[in-house]
């Protein structure tokens, strides 16, 4: 009864400080430039596995055996996944005329794990004149490296009469860990425009009466390895596109009735509504009731997307009625005046 009332008394005292909070949160969605840029002009893509699998991994021990049938061609055939996620999802951008998988492209690299030297420009132009392309996605590397824990545990099992007798089970984890390198090259400014390593990790058990055993009952590496790389591939190309997120921003709810009034409007999305009345209250007579309503217009501005009249109202909220809060908004403010004309750039 005691944790019952104290779980209460918590609870409703959340209550009590988020209804006096001073602000509100909202979100907006903005776009974001491209992480990667990669010009209008270049429409034709070609996609390259230059991994190779390493075939002189060490084995744990002896035992490890038992994986090479799963394990068969594992680098390789995940490798392909990779590339084959990437080619995926180059076509879903819509942002290409053509994109080619010129897997017949014979560029290996004997470094696992690592970033190859980068492809000369001579045979980055032949290639890309051959196959009738613009630019090169290069799967520089692809790795696993997989490693073996045991562990014991004390259980009965039934014997050959019905009685329990004790045994031990061995328990074995298995803990691949993927790692892929990408590159992209761009003939036309003999540029590497991007250069990204991704990696995870996998884990997988098995149990039985003793190590081997234990070892042969793991399952489905294979598959989630070739899952995972895949998804590596796919989530590649995205960088070169603008990005689409959610960001969050706070606004003031109080100083007077206007203010609450407002909540209640930008509360049923009557956003213009709002700003109305928090623009009466730019004139009060209170310097934290008028720095209040600044901040508010420079964020109804924002959402207009008018961040020059944002900034304006923001930096008079802090430098006119000393709000705080307005500082740190304006290098948000900024950051994102930045954003759109690197994103503008980007679209000519």
Not at 235 to 245: A, Q
Request: glycine share 4%.
């Amino acid at each position: 009864m005691k944790t019952l009332r104290k779980l209460t008394f918590i609870f409703g005292l959340i209550t009590i400080l988020s209804s006096c909070s001073s602000t509100n949160l909202l979100t907006m969605s903005v776009t974001e430039p491209a992480i990667v840029y990669l010009p209008k002009s270049i429409e034709k893509i070609g996609v390259i596995n230059r991994s190779l699998p390493n075939e002189n991994k060490k084995l744990v021990e002896n035992l490890d055996k038992i994986l090479t049938i799963e394990g068969k061609n594992l680098d390789k055939d995940a490798a392909n996944e990779a590339v084959k996620g990437a080619f995926e999802s180059l076509i879903k951008t819509n942002r290409f005329s053509s994109v080619k998988n010129l897997d017949t492209i014979n560029l290996k690299s004997v470094y696992p794990g690592v970033f190859p030297p980068a492809i000369d420009w001579a045979s980055v132009n032949r290639i890309c004149e051959q196959n009738e392309v613009q630019a090169l996605f290069v799967l520089s590397f692809f790795d696993t490296d997989s490693k073996i824990h045991y562990k014991t545990q004390n259980v009965e099992v039934t014997g050959p009469l019905g009685v329990k007798i004790p045994a031990i089970e061995h328990h074995a984890t298995l803990a691949t860990l993927v790692k892929t390198g990408w590159r992209i090259y761009l003939p036309s400014e003999r540029e590497i425009i991007d250069e990204l390593v991704m990696s995870d990790e996998i884990f997988v058990t098995g149990k039985g009466i003793n190590p081997a055993k234990a070892i042969a009952t793991i399952a489905g590496r294979k598959d989630a390895v070739n899952r995972l790389s895949y998804n590596f591939g796919y989530s590649y190309p995205p960088r070169i596109m603008p990005n689409r997120i959610r960001v969050s921003r706070e606004y003031f709810v109080r100083g007077t009735d206007n203010f609450k009034i407002a909540k209640r409007r930008a509360q049923t999305g009557d956003w213009d509504g709002a700003a109305k009345l928090w623009a009466q209250e730019t004139n009060h007579p209170k310097s934290k009731v008028a720095g209040r309503a600044y901040y508010n217009m420079a964020i109804i501005n924002e959402i207009n997307g008018n961040l020059d009249e944002a900034i304006v109202n923001a930096s008079k909220s802090y430098t006119d009625y000393k709000n705080k809060r307005a500082l740190n908004y304006l290098n948000i403010l900024r950051y994102r005046i930045n954003q759109q004309n690197e994103l503008k750039r980007q679209e000519e």
